[in-house]
């Protein structure tokens, strides 16, 4: 049986859901069609349960992109602040994080709650378990074939994400189906995502697994300074995070893990007003007791004061530019994000229509662009989803 609508969105995720309410708000008839037994489960599993759901300063410098210009119009024309106010009009009570990044007081079912009550009372039709196998361009508009059954309609917008976390049921079906359509694929990879370490600095780590501590990460691109934690399988944390989303397979992570000074000063005033202090003592007054065990190695036992300008030089690049080789990442697994997707080329920055195909559209994640660690990404699937709900 051939089911019709105005406007199929492919994706029950963040994109999606708010596509599909600004079009069913203009009284377009909209059905989402949604693999999953659930909609919306990356939104309920963000933020540690909180659902980081935006952040107090977005800008454009807060995206990667092949295009940085592409995200500037749809952030501008919806922008945080009309999502927090959708977010109070509802009375869901939420709070400032560290670096503006704001979260639900109690849960992110308040999120995803909010988006199914305002899908809902504009009559939009959720299909759950439904899954697109195919789509093809007729007559009489976008046929999208499902394991339920034939949908047409007018307007079709693909909102279907990417790979990250699979046990989600999340895949890259989007990006290959847009790329079958002449859309531009740039490669795309798991990011915002911990780090494994090889064999030979895990044996060193093992102790410091689950231990956290401020510090500073650099790649070529980009540094970072913020908490980092080891795991024992590497490192993780949001510093470590932010910096998967610059890091290019290969490249070597510098770590400054004593980011809020200069050793060597601070040593050379700390021998002569505490000179018999051993230098595992002195350095666990600003670190972790043990990573200033780790870092100090076998110098540990010897005290300030007889530490000679070779061990304090060998210590102070230890400290101040630990060069971690990477073995990976934790992959698409424990990904919060794939960078990379469909390229912006042929894509409107304006209402993310296809420039290839008249009635397409794409929208959140499954596009080249990605947000930094901090509310971005959502605040990109809210801001795309507007600007093409206003117009499908
Ligand atoms: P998604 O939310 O992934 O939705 C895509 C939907 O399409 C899915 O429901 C999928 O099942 C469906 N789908 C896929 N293929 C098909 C198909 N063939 N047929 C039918 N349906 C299909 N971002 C933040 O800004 N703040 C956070 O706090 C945050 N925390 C995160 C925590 C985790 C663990 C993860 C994984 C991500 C987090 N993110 C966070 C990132 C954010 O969740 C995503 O960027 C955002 O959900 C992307 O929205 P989207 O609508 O484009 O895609």
Not at 138 to 152: L, N, S
Not at 271 to 288: C, E, S
Not at 303 to 308: E, M, N
């Amino acid at each position: 049986r051939q089911q019709a609508a105005d406007v199929l969105v492919i994706g029950a995720g963040a994109a999606g859901l708010m596509c599909a309410r600004v079009a069913g708000q203009r009284g377009r008839r909209v059905t989402v069609l949604e693999r999953a037994n659930k909609p919306g489960k990356k939104i309920l599993m963000s933020g540690g349960g909180r659902c980081n759901f935006t952040n107090l300063d977005v800008q454009p410098e807060h995206f990667l992109s092949r295009n940085p210009h592409f995200c500037k119009s749809a952030l501008s024309r919806y922008t945080q602040w009309d999502f927090i106010s959708l977010v109070s009009e509802h009375g869901i009570a939420w709070h400032e994080k560290a670096d503006g990044q704001l979260f639900c007081d109690h849960s992110s079912k308040d999120i995803l709650n909010m988006l199914l009550q305002e899908i809902e009372a504009v009559g939009v039709q959720l299909r759950l378990r439904t899954e697109v196998t195919a789509v093809s361009r007729k007559e009489e508009g976008w046929v999208v074939q499902t394991d339920q059954g034939i949908w047409v309609a007018e307007s079709l917008v693909i909102a279907t994400g990417g790979p990250s976390i699979p046990t989600l049921g999340a895949t890259d079906w989007g990006m290959r189906w847009g790329e079958s359509m002449g859309h531009e694929l740039v490669t795309y990879r798991a990011s915002l995502v911990p780090y494994t370490a090889h064999p030979e600095d895990r044996a060193g780590w093992a102790p410091l697994s689950g231990v956290s501590l401020p510090a500073t990460l650099s790649v070529s691109a980009r540094d970072w300074t913020g908490d980092v934690l080891f795991t024992h399988r590497g490192l993780s944390g949001p510093v470590a995070l932010q910096i998967s989303n610059y890091w290019q397979p290969g490249e070597t992570v510098f770590i400054n893990w004593w980011p809020h000074g200069d050793l060597l000063a601070q040593w050379h005033s700390a021998r002569q007003q505490q000179g018999r202090q051993t230098l595992v003592n002195w350095l666990g007054q600003d670190l972790p007791r043990r990573v200033a065990d780790w870092l100090a190695g076998d110098l540990g036992q010897l005290r300030l004061a007889d530490l000679d300008g070779e061990q304090v030089t060998r210590l102070r690049t230890r400290v101040h530019a630990y060069a971690f080789q990477p073995a990976g990442t934790e992959g698409y697994r424990t990904a919060e994000v794939t960078l990379g997707g469909l390229s912006t080329d042929d894509i409107s920055s304006r209402t993310m229509a296809s420039g290839l195909h008249s009635g397409l559209y794409f929208i959140g994640e499954v596009l080249d662009v990605t947000g930094h660690l901090g509310g971005y990404n959502f605040q990109w699937a809210w801001s795309s989803g507007q600007a093409a709900g206003e117009v499908v």
